[in-house]
């Protein structure tokens, strides 16, 4: 089940409708209340129920506590755990820890109500090691981390939830100066990048009479491999399947339909490896696809791949899946499943995992353990 943290930013948008243009430090907060303004993320976060209220028993929810996501969900009927609990007057000292306390409970995705501060300071926060989609809230919405409004944002939560194609792309997060706005100054600062999901199709040139081709399709996802890997000093490990055998052709080699091939740190290859061979690799990256029916990423048909050698991988940073939109789509929204032969780690693995499926294009996809 998809584990999404709400992180609501209690005072975004007060100063908008009293013409501040802002909301960021505690004096224009108080003229802001002054002058009857009101923040606008719990509105949105309720909203956003009300559009898709069958969101609440279809994930799981983490929330920062009180004002910042728990007190909305508790109002809106949504169960969930609360992390860190701010003091009365909140500030981006607490968004951040929210942020860290998300990411280190392991959600799939953060999703936070409020406007460009509070995108700058998950960023600062968490960098781009989660997900996040912001449902805009605030007064300024430079970056491009937003769905367009929260039933937009609950589109791309269900289709997460129901394994459709779903983009993974990195958004610019950026902010402007208030003070100078005030002024009558514009123009924005770029402050970082933060990973998005956002809804996808087909890709339009991999189209014939409106469907995927898969020669084409594979191609793509062949020269997206090759961009990202092709420089790499590191031990690849290329697992079985048609599209991987595409791949280990591209980097030169012939390789083996149903086993593990390695291209050595020196260019060197050793062909159709043992599970003893994996294990003695230091630094290693795993290009794996998954196989039909039933979408076994791990397990099974790939029996190479021991605990003892996974354990030396970070999924995000070591393991790369590789598949087209149509093998992704053939699956129905049913999650890809791990079955390592240790418990533990099937857990640890389980989330929304990216898939490589073409040049500099990636979909998000649920992974759980079987």
């Not at 949504?78 to 820890?97: F, I, M, R």
């Amino acid at each position: 089940m998809l584990k999404v943290g709400v992180l609501v930013n209690p005072v975004a948008g007060i100063g908008g409708a009293v013409g501040l243009k802002g909301s960021d430090g505690s004096d224009i907060q108080a003229e802001a209340r002054r002058r009857g303004g009101r923040p606008r993320g719990a509105d949105r976060l309720l909203a956003l129920f009300a559009t898709s209220p069958d969101l609440a028993t279809r994930m799981r929810w983490f929330a920062g506590g009180g004002a910042m996501g728990a007190d909305v969900l508790a109002e809106a009927g949504v169960e969930c755990e609360s992390l860190h609990e701010p003091g009365t007057d909140t500030s981006s000292a607490d968004t951040q820890a929210v942020a860290r306390r998300m990411r280190d409970r392991g959600v799939d995705l953060i999703l936070f109500f409020g406007g460009d501060g509070t995108a700058r300071d998950i960023l600062d926060a968490v960098q781009d090691s989660v997900p996040v989609l912001g449902v805009p809230s605030g007064v300024k919405m430079h970056s491009g981390v937003f769905a367009t409004s929260p039933r937009a944002a609950a589109e791309v939560l269900g289709r997460l939830a129901d394994g459709g194609l779903v983009a993974a792309r990195l958004a610019d997060v950026r902010d402007v100066d208030e003070a100078a706005l005030r002024d009558g100054r514009t123009g924005s600062r770029f402050y970082g990048e933060l990973r998005v999901p956002e809804l996808a199709g087909f890709v339009q040139h991999t189209k014939v009479s409106g469907r995927e081709d898969e020669g084409l399709a594979v191609e793509e996802v062949v020269q997206g491999v090759l961009a990202e890997f092709e420089a790499c000093t590191s031990p690849l490990v290329f697992g079985p399947g048609g599209t991987l055998l595409a791949v280990k052709e591209a980097f030169g080699c012939s390789g083996t339909l149903l086993g593990f091939d390695v291209r050595m740190a020196d260019g060197t290859w050793q062909l159709d490896v043992t599970s003893h061979m994996l294990e003695a690799l230091e630094q290693a990256k795993l290009l794996l696809g998954f196989g039909g029916g039933q979408g076994i990423l791990i397990g099974r048909g790939n029996q190479q791949l021991t605990p003892t050698f996974l354990h030396t991988l970070t999924p995000a940073q070591d393991v790369c899946i590789l598949a087209t939109r149509s093998k992704i789509a053939s699956l129905e929204g049913r999650s890809l499943l791990l079955d390592t032969g240790d418990a533990a780690l099937d857990e640890a693995w389980a989330g929304l995992w990216e898939v490589l499926v073409g040049y500099d294009d990636r979909l998000f996809y649920q992974v759980t353990h079987a």
